[in-house]
């Protein structure tokens, strides 16, 4: 990457500066916008353990003073740019193994490009500034050097696993910045597509198949979130099992599926031993102390306590060429911002065919859905909700005003389980977005309007 290390104390003097104008080789400036929901790391940056001050002296070339700036002579207005987006971490050597690495992959594959940096962290970019004199732009700084550059020519890659929350808040600046440029793409986020997915399961499967001998649960650690987008872990569990996978467990630190999933798939499969490793970019503050921290809450603590023999990896998605040379393509295969824009929360939510636990939030409290599963079949969702209670006798997907003058052959009828609640077979339009449903009170002989949810953060 044609990027140059210039001190910033070298700004008070020329002779300073034409010395330094000659230092080594830096990964490409970088910016980024305040995070909005994956935030452990940000919660704990702040806190440097002994172990990562210590790599942070080994691995840390630059000065007290020091920043990452593109070169000037490699600056061109008539020369397009790649702009790099990643969260960000404090590990110097993991971020040069993976953010590092994906970056100068895209700089390699596109030579007529400048390739620059941002972090959406700006607690991680604080903390860098202040223990290594290390400057690296967030997305609003970077989108402000790219209109002072005066480029024409962008396109923007995340470096993101999924379209969640620090996704959408990038896309926010870059729909506000757009007007700026001649021509704005965008890469789509590691697990977008279909194909997407089953390359990401060849080069996980393929990175860990030493430790494939079929007494050994493969887990893979990811971030997990509140957003839409958590279904990814759901949908790459899935289509694990649907390639033969059976060993391979994906769980998640911040949301579900959680640990005592993990915990619970490693003792129904009577694994011996369980391998970890981070289903994230880099082997950050989650990788180190979450999943192979000493901590009693840790994810290796916890399983090394439930009698399996636990083997934790401490390597960034970022670390593994194939996944690397998937950036590259994502880099390769961007889209003018309008089409990007279709194609990332709405391809990153649909679901296999298969059936999933879900969860259902109901407007109303007297209609509580105490279960659900939702079955996927060629593209079209149904569920099976269960109620709390057995007041309702039959259900209408839309209003009560139309569930009035409705023909009864429209109307879903309860059926009673073997428990004695009732259950409703319904059409699920769409995830994470309200949904009319008009149910019939059999004591009241009236219809009620009722907004169901489902919620596929919940999804398992």
């Not at 059976?246 to 769980?251: M, P, R």
């Not at 999933?261 to 009577?270: L, N, P, Q, R, T």
């Not at 909700?385 to 709390?388: I, R």
């Given at each position: 990457m044609k990027l140059r290390k210039i001190a910033a104390a070298a700004l008070g003097t020329a002779m300073c500066a034409l010395a330094l104008a000659g230092c080594g080789n830096a990964p490409a400036t970088t910016t980024a916008a305040p995070a909005a929901t994956e935030k452990t790391e940000e919660q704990t940056a702040t806190a440097a353990t002994a172990a990562e001050t210590t790599a942070a002296a080994e691995t840390t070339t630059t000065t007290a003073a020091q920043t990452e700036a593109p070169a000037e002579d490699d600056t061109s207005a008539d020369k397009p740019v790649i702009l790099m987006v990643s969260f960000g971490t404090s590990y110097n050597d993991s971020r040069d193994k993976t953010i590092g690495a994906i970056e100068e992959a895209v700089q390699e594959a596109n030579p007529e490009y400048d390739v620059r940096r941002a972090f959406t962290s700006q607690i991680i970019i604080d903390k860098l500034k202040e223990r290594d004199g290390l400057v690296i732009d967030n997305v609003d700084e970077a989108f402000a050097r790219l209109e002072a550059d005066g480029i024409k020519d962008l396109t923007v890659q995340p470096t993101h696993v999924m379209s969640g929350y620090e996704y959408d808040d990038l896309m926010e600046v870059v729909r506000a910045n757009a007007d700026k440029f001649?021509?704005?793409?965008?890469?789509?986020?590691?697990?977008?597509?279909?194909?997407?997915?089953?390359?990401?399961i060849s080069a996980i499967t393929a990175a860990t198949s030493e430790y494939d001998d079929g007494e050994t649960a493969i887990v893979f650690m990811g971030h997990g979130t509140e957003h839409s987008s958590n279904a990814a872990y759901a949908k790459l569990q899935s289509m694990l099992a649907d390639a033969?996978?059976?060993?391979?467990?994906?769980?998640?630190?911040e949301a579900e599926p959680s640990i005592d999933?993990?915990?619970?798939?490693?003792?129904?499969?009577?694994y011996k031993r369980v391998v970890l490793e981070p289903l994230m970019v880099v082997a950050g503050d989650h990788a180190n102390n979450d999943m192979a921290g000493d901590e009693e809450d840790s994810w290796k603590t916890i399983l090394t306590n439930e009698g399996f023999e636990v083997v934790p990896l401490l390597r960034g998605l970022g670390e593994i060429e194939a996944v690397r040379a998937l950036y590259v393509d994502h880099v390769k295969n961007a889209q003018p911002l309008e089409a990007s824009e279709t194609s990332g929360t709405a391809a990153q939510t649909s679901l296999t065919d298969g059936e999933y636990s879900i969860s259902v939030d109901s407007s109303s409290s007297m209609f509580k859905v105490v279960d659900c599963k939702l079955t996927v079949a060629n593209g079209e969702m149904t569920a099976v909700?269960?109620?709390?209670g057995t007041g309702y006798g039959k259900l209408f997907m839309g209003t009560a005003e139309e569930a009035a003058s409705a023909d009864e052959s429209a109307f879903i009828p309860f059926v009673e389980n073997a428990e004695g609640a009732y259950t409703y077979t319904v059409p699920v339009a769409a995830l994470d977005t309200p949904i009319n449903c008009a149910a019939w009170s059999t004591k009241k002989s009236e219809w009620y309007d009722r907004e169901l949810t489902f919620r596929s953060d919940s999804i398992s």
């Open positions: 001649d021509s704005v793409k965008v890469g789509s986020p590691l697990l977008t597509t279909d194909e997407d997915y089953t390359n990401v033969g996978k059976k060993n391979y467990c994906i769980g998640t630190v999933d993990v915990v619970k798939f490693a003792k129904d499969g009577g909700m269960t109620l709390s």
